[in-house]
């Protein structure tokens, strides 16, 4: 039978690609696995992981530990190594036999290759790096009403669409809301004629749920079967090296903790608590005016008028008081968080989050306290 | 006049903007601070065509128009001043006299590797007793076989550490003007680096545009080519004139664009400078600056894109240099003072660059003719005299 | 040998994002620029030109004024553009927008030993899916991410990133690499290139040239050629003045961390 993605009634069950790098499994396949859970429930469907590799088998059950029903599992030398080729072809041949509802991705850099080619292939929608998915209109609306400017009664009344001239019911269509425009924007998206809606969800994103071993050991493992050969294959890969996360200058980094002349009592000390928050967040150290200058951080550690201008997620300022010239530097930032002895301090003026006291007891505490916070996640 | 610029010149106007903001911006405080000739800005400029724009594509320049080489050097000197100058001073005071001037075999040998920036140009005119006075000119060159011999010095020559290429002014006799009063007879030389007897002497510490280079050049029993003279014999006072006339087109840039970038910082300053809990741009006084600031240097653009078009057309534009020239580098120095004044405390610090802006600006009223010679040009041409 | 490179005019968002009451993006307010993965994609282009004389054809989809964009890219060095614009293109999401400019990749021909460049993504959308569809539309092989390129007759090696390393991957003419910045540095336009950007051929393609193609029919471009639909979009909360945190001890910070958890910062 010819595949025809138009018949909806033909599609159910949830899918999550489950991402194996070197025969282990992604930080996002847990995510996506635990969201897809939710959404399966919400359909009342079941959620299948589709795992892809060579002699990955024994990894698939601990997906059932977050929530997944059953494992679609293809093992394949050329499966080994990601390629385009070979996982798009295996993937969509397993979708138009098996016909599942909604399929979920996790936006890695593989994720973003993989699912628009095999969208493209399946003429279907895919919703790419989503931050938000919803199929209950109840928890969708709530998620409205908390994380966008729109008016009640906009909200309210969001349970149709208009789809090619028609009203469309949006009630079991998958919502999925995503960032535009660095986040200006967001979108909530549908695809209401096509199946499976695809989507790849942004890592990090969605929340893990407690590892459950008895769903682990009910967990069902599947293999389809399907073809592949060397002949699919336009790509071939010769070397899949690891690196060390090279050093990321103040313009590209995601979080910069900043010191200023806050830290004078002990330079070498405040220096050193920076350096352990910015590692703790994954970010880099940098300095005012006022440190580069009497030599406490060399010149490429600046942040203001004279030196670099940046904007990253989190911007922590440390005993920075916020001078003008500073503040032309790292007033874009997404998140300003300032640590300053004075509750005067202008730096608390664009601050998003401000906390009066001295840097050198409140930094190693805060540091504690998001080491805590990841490991909670 | 129709003041619209060409497709092109929108184009390029945006090329130059993003090329003075990502390559010469960021180095303008370091090379004025370390008086540094940005030599790498320079290279890159050659390879983008900047160093030659206004002439053909035969002799290795972009093909481009007058007013598109004052635009490089205005947004250029938004940023840098010293940068500009040093477009300036290569391509109007040493690519167009060998342009305008040069035999075939010159222009071919020469431009080239100007107008590519492989090479630098510089001009010596000015000596100690003679600056746009030429006929106080001590520099000598005697003919000798098949090569002249040039004896003397040049002072405040721009770009002269860093050039390959010198036009150099030079008595070779005397001779009788029109009224038949004897004068000296004055001649012009594309002389080398590297030619014998020639060398740079002393490099002067300026107040601003402190990464050009400006120094002496000296000429002992210097050998010059016959063949290097250039234009005619005697010639030399007029490619001097008619030299100037066009760089003055290009010092006028250069003071528009110090002004325009000093309106630009103000501008960004005061919107966000808070004081007595407003910002500084709220209170009518930085209003009524920025309007004035801003008024003069609009007028001042028209004046040096009307004498660019003009050159351009080959009509007359001496005098509409030297208005340019005495407009736009008043209104400069007038405008980066007053811009300092906005920034306060901040603005007398280097933490601004309206400072070195202040101190480039300066300039423009004295090199290439001083405002008062100006005011001399544009009033023999009214005939007032 | 040629290299087709896919461009996208787009608003700038590096300054200030300007949104309407009503929930969309002000455009008539922003400075549109070259999306920047797109520039990367055409100095590789342009670098291989330098290397083999290659031609480089620059692409878009748009409205008229993307011509404009276009014309700065010859400037660049590039030798043709094309524009791929007309009312029917409208309303296009990611899925019948690859379609169209397959189809007018397809106009303009892709041989044997042809590459075709995208940037990774736009910096508007964001969404990365351009490149592989109009690859899978085409029946390329893709590669993405492509943070260096060497080409040896057909043969191209292409380092591809991956967020903890990379991978060396193999593969032939023709086929389609999207480009990231790390790939190079893009050229500045040339003072001569200027010059002649006017002079260089750009052809628009409109619906009537490419109705012929098998890609391009009703139910594949525009509004009815769109899987997707955008339910609503909207924009979010304001930034609230800055929130001044009680205290200065470790339940102080725990509170933070746990503000910045919530919003998916850390």
């Not at chain 1, 709530?142 to 309210?156: C, P, Q, V, Y």
Request: glycine share 10%.
């Amino acid at each position: 039978m010819a595949f025809n993605n138009t018949d909806l009634a033909a599609f159910k069950d949830v899918w999550v690609f489950c991402e194996q790098r070197d025969g282990k499994l992604m930080p996002t396949d847990f995510e996506l696995i635990s969201e897809g859970r939710r959404l399966a429930d919400e359909l009342g469907v079941d959620l299948c992981g589709l795992l892809l590799g060579d002699n990955v088998e024994g990894i698939a059950k601990e997906l059932g530990g977050y929530g997944a029903d059953k494992v679609y599992v293809c093992e394949h030398p050329l499966l080994k190594v990601y390629t385009t080729d070979a996982y798009a072809k295996v993937i969509c041949d397993v979708i138009e036999e098996l016909k599942p509802e909604a399929f979920l991705i996790g936006a890695t850099n593989i994720g973003r290759d993989l699912g628009p080619r095999c969208a493209a292939r399946l003429h279907t929608g895919l919703c790419a790096d989503c931050t938000h998915l919803d199929v209950d209109m109840g928890i969708y609306k709530d998620f409205l009403h908390e994380a966008s400017t729109l008016d009640n009664e906009r909200i309210d009344g969001l349970n149709t669409a208009m789809v090619l001239g028609q009203k469309h019911d949006v009630s079991r269509d998958l919502k999925m809301t995503r960032p535009a425009f660095g986040g200006h924007l967001m979108a909530s998206i549908i695809c209401p004629r096509f199946r499976p809606t695809m989507a790849t969800v942004r890592p990090g994103v969605m929340k893990k749920r407690p590892f459950d071993q008895a769903k682990a050991d009910a967990c069902q493992i599947v293999k389809p079967a399907f073809e592949l050969s060397e002949a699919d294959m336009q790509t071939e890969v010769t070397e899949v090296v690891k690196a060390a996360k090279k050093l990321v200058d103040l313009i590209g980094a995601d979080f910069i903790v900043s010191v200023g002349r806050g830290i004078s009592k002990d330079v070498e000390g405040g220096i050193k608590l920076a350096e352990e928050l910015a590692a703790e967040l994954g970010g880099v150290v940098g300095g005012s005016r006022a440190v580069i200058d009497s030599g406490w951080l060399s010149a490429d550690h600046q942040v203001g008028q004279t030196g670099k201008t940046v904007h990253p997620k989190v911007y922590v300022a440390l005993g920075i008081s916020g001078a003008i010239q500073h503040k032309a530097g790292m007033q874009d930032s997404e998140c300003i968080i300032a640590v300053n002895k004075n509750d005067s301090a202008p730096i608390f003026e664009i601050a998003d989050y401000g906390i009066c006291g001295d840097l050198f007891k409140v930094t190693p505490m805060l540091t504690e306290a998001i080491r805590a916070a990841k490991a909670a996640k | 006049m129709d003041f619209h610029l060409s497709k092109e010149q929108q184009m390029l106007r945006k090329m130059y903007r993003e090329f003075a903001e990502n390559e010469v911006e960021p180095l303008a405080e370091e090379i004025d601070e370390t008086e540094r000739f940005p030599a790498e800005t320079v290279e890159k400029m050659g390879k983008l065509g900047m160093m030659g724009i206004y002439f053909p594509k035969e002799y290795g320049g972009a093909g481009g128009d007058v007013l598109s080489y004052a635009m490089c050097v205005e947004e250029l000197a938004k940023v840098c001043g010293t940068t500009a100058v040093i477009v300036s001073a290569h391509t109007s005071l040493c690519c167009a006299p060998i342009f305008e001037h040069g035999t075939e075999e010159q222009k071919k040998k020469y431009l080239p590797d100007l107008c590519s920036g492989k090479k630098i140009g510089a001009f010596g005119l000015t000596e100690p007793g003679a600056g746009t006075d030429a006929q106080g000119q001590q520099t000598t060159a005697v003919l000798e076989g098949d090569h002249y011999v040039l004896n003397g010095s040049k002072i405040f020559i721009t770009n002269a550490g860093y050039a390959s290429v010198f036009i150099v002014i030079a008595v070779t006799g005397k001779t009788v003007n029109k009224r038949g009063k004897p004068i000296k007879e004055i001649s012009a030389f594309i002389v080398e680096k590297g030619f014998p007897g020639f060398s740079i002497g002393k490099h002067e510490k300026k107040m601003g545009i402190k990464g050009s280079s400006t120094c002496e050049l000296v000429f002992e029993d210097c050998i010059v080519p016959k063949e290097n003279l250039l234009g005619k014999i005697g010639q030399g006072f007029k490619i001097a004139m008619q030299t100037l006339d066009g760089g003055r087109i290009g010092i006028a840039a250069q003071a528009l664009g110090l002004g325009e970038g000093a309106v630009n910082e103000a501008i960004k300053y005061t919107k966000e400078r808070v004081q007595f809990g407003r910002r500084i741009s709220q209170f009518q006084n930085t209003q009524f600056q920025l309007a004035d600031m801003h008024t003069r240097m609009q007028a001042a653009q028209f004046l040096v894109y009307s004498a660019a078009c003009k050159k351009q057309l080959h009509e007359d534009y001496s005098m509409d240099a030297a208005m340019a020239k005495l407009f736009a580098a008043e209104a400069a120095s007038d405008v980066t003072r007053r811009a300092v004044q906005l920034f306060g405390g901040y603005g007398y610090t280097r933490e601004y660059p309206v400072e070195r802006m202040m101190r480039d600006a300066k300039i423009t009223e004295i090199y290439e003719g001083t405002s008062e010679v100006q005011r001399m040009v544009i009033s023999s041409h009214l005939g007032v005299n | 040998m040629k290299v087709i490179v896919c461009v996208k005019q787009v608003p700038d968002t590096s300054g200030k994002v300007a949104v309407n009451p009503d929930g969309t993006l002000n455009r008539a307010s922003m400075e549109t620029i070259t999306n920047p993965d797109d520039m990367n994609a055409v100095e590789a282009a342009l670098k291989l030109k330098d290397e083999t004389g290659c031609k480089v054809i620059v692409v878009t989809m748009g409205p008229p004024p993307a011509e404009g964009m276009l014309r700065e890219l010859l400037a660049m060095g590039a030798d043709e553009g094309y524009l791929i614009s007309g009312r029917e293109f409208g309303g296009s999401d990611t899925y019948a927008t690859s379609q169209i400019v397959a189809a007018g990749v397809n106009k303009i021909g892709v041989d044997k030993d042809d590459i075709v460049m995208c940037g990774r993504q736009a910096i508007d959308g964001d969404t990365a899916q351009v490149g592989p569809q109009i690859a899978e539309k085409l029946h390329l092989p893709q590669v993405t991410y492509a943070a260096d390129i060497h080409k040896d007759g057909d043969n191209i090696t292409v380092k591809r990133m991956l967020e903890d390393g990379y991978m060396t991957i193999k593969v032939q003419t023709p086929c389609l690499l999207t480009c990231i910045k790390e790939l190079n540095e893009p050229r500045y336009m040339s003072v001569g290139g200027v010059f002649e950007a006017y002079s260089k051929p750009v052809t628009v393609l409109d619906y009537e040239a490419l109705k012929d193609d098998p890609l391009i029919d009703a139910t594949t471009i525009g509004l009815k050629g769109s899987p997707t639909n955008i339910l609503v979009s909207f924009t979010p909360p304001q930034k609230g003045a800055g929130m001044m945190l009680e205290g200065n001890d470790m339940a102080t910070c725990e509170k933070l961390a746990d503000l910045l958890a919530g919003k998916h910062i850390i």
